[in-house]
């Protein structure tokens, strides 16, 4: 079972000058609110208030009242992660720090590495979300690998093999990393990945490769045969974190992409193009089965009035507070889109005709109720909203009636509700 954190970072230096600006960038980068101390006493009073708001400590090795690190043994031992920052590096300061079983260490000696901290810090909060999944038939080193995931955060499963990795993968489909060994009984490294590349692509699943031998060739094979990286035992812990950062971040890159090129840049909503891509299944879908379907038109009452009157800024804010007010009071199995301007597209496959009311009742006045934020004012909106349970003949046809039952909640006063239930709104 992976433990559970709190939200918090903890930093712990004693120079006010790189604690602000620690403080600055893991806000700016990582987006996590942080606690500070410069001292072990502080370290200490902040801890036994509250040790379980802490996902992280970002710890100083040296301060005034613990010259050699007694303050990183100290948050260890309350089952906090630690990052140390030292100002110093050699052999022997590394060998002492790793034994410490620290999420990583830095040197502070530059702007680039408090960056590098800030950026650490949001991977390892990333991580808590993140499953993955060791394979090799030594027990010890299935341990030992799992150990240094769940340092970093990571949710791990084990398999001993091959098949038994497939079998893991199929109950498992959320799994984003997998570490393999090369030489195993049953299924060996090669076969397993060829075969997760068979379910899954890389802009999905980083595999990582892991063998002791010395054959030359075995890197390429394994690549070339769907591994997005290799690493040799014995290797640095360091080198292993860093494939294990550099491929979960172009896993999130890749999927970043691809939302972007689905969603709405200002209101994080489905764009046009993807609603009617996504849209025609769900049509298609209501249609073979027989089951009912609601297209629904909305959109923002006297919005340009508020663009001429308190700027574009705020009609940014209201048209994301719009849409995250509408997200929520939708199911997983709805789609909503941005139709353009302050229009928004809502499909909800399933619905009963006699809930479709109440639903978008209820939108209406939960937007309504809604007080959006903007330059110490509050600002209020209404919607009017058109719907039709209609199949017609096409998506587009149910989305031009609902449009057309939209004209008329407008035309009646706005700031209501028009269903198409026997013939075309007119």
């Known amino acids: 079972m992976q433990p559970s954190y709190g939200e918090k970072v903890l930093l712990v230096d004693d120079s006010q000058a790189i604690t602000a600006l620690l403080r600055a960038r893991c806000e700016a980068v990582a987006g996590v609110t942080t606690e500070s101390a410069g001292s072990l006493a502080e370290v200490m009073a902040s801890i036994e208030s509250d040790p379980d708001r802490f996902f992280l400590a970002v710890v100083d090795l040296n301060l005034p009242d613990a010259p050699d690190g007694e303050v990183v043994d100290y948050i260890l031992a309350h089952d906090i992660p630690v990052v140390v920052l030292t100002g110093h590096y050699d052999d022997a300061m590394r060998e002492r720090i790793l034994a ?10 530059s702007v680039h590495e408090i960056e590098h901290a800030a950026a650490l810090v949001r991977r390892i909060r990333r991580n808590r979300d993140i499953k993955t999944l060791v394979v090799d038939d030594s027990r010890a080193f299935r341990q030992y690998i799992g150990g240094l995931l769940e340092l970093q955060h990571l949710q791990v499963l084990y398999a001993e093999n091959g098949r038994e990795a497939l079998r893991v993968m199929d109950h498992e489909p959320t799994i984003e990393l997998v570490v ?20 899954r692509g890389r802009d999905e699943l980083a595999i990582i490769g892991v063998s002791d031998t010395a054959t030359p060739t075995l890197p390429a094979r394994l690549l070339k045969n769907g591994a997005n990286d290799f690493i040799t035992k014995p290797f640095l812990v360091e080198e292993f974190y860093c494939r294990v950062t550099l491929n979960l971040e172009l ?9 972007a090129a689905v969603r709405d840049y200002l209101t994080g909503l489905y764009n046009r193009r993807h609603l009617f891509e996504a849209g025609e299944v769900l049509y298609a879908n209501a249609t073979r089965q027989r089951q009912p379907l609601a297209a629904v038109m909305l959109d923002i009452d006297h919005f340009k009035k508020v663009n001429d009157t308190y700027g574009h800024l705020a009609g940014d804010r209201v048209l994301k507070q719009v849409a995250r007010v509408l997200g929520k009071g939708l199911r997983r199995a709805d789609l909503i889109g941005r139709y353009g301007g302050e229009e928004f597209c809502i499909l909800l496959p399933g619905i009963e005709p006699s809930a479709l009311g109440d639903k978008l009742e209820g939108l209406r006045a939960t ?3 809604t007080r959006i934020g903007h330059e110490g004012q509050d600002l209020s909106v209404t919607i009017s909203l058109g719907a039709t349970l209609e199949p017609s003949d096409s998506l587009q046809t149910m989305i031009d009636r609902a449009d057309a039952c939209l004209y008329q909640a407008k035309k009646d006063g706005r700031n209501r509700v028009i269903i198409d239930t026997a013939s075309p709104c007119r």
């Open 180 to 199: 393999t060994d090369y030489n195993m009984p049953e299924m060996d490294g090669l076969a397993l990945i060829g075969a997760l590349r068979q379910r």
């Open 367 to 369: 937007v309504a109720a």
């Open 100 to 109: 410490k079983n620290v999420v990583d260490y830095l040197l502070k000696t």
């Open 251 to 259: 896993i999130e890159q890749m999927r970043a992409i691809r939302e």
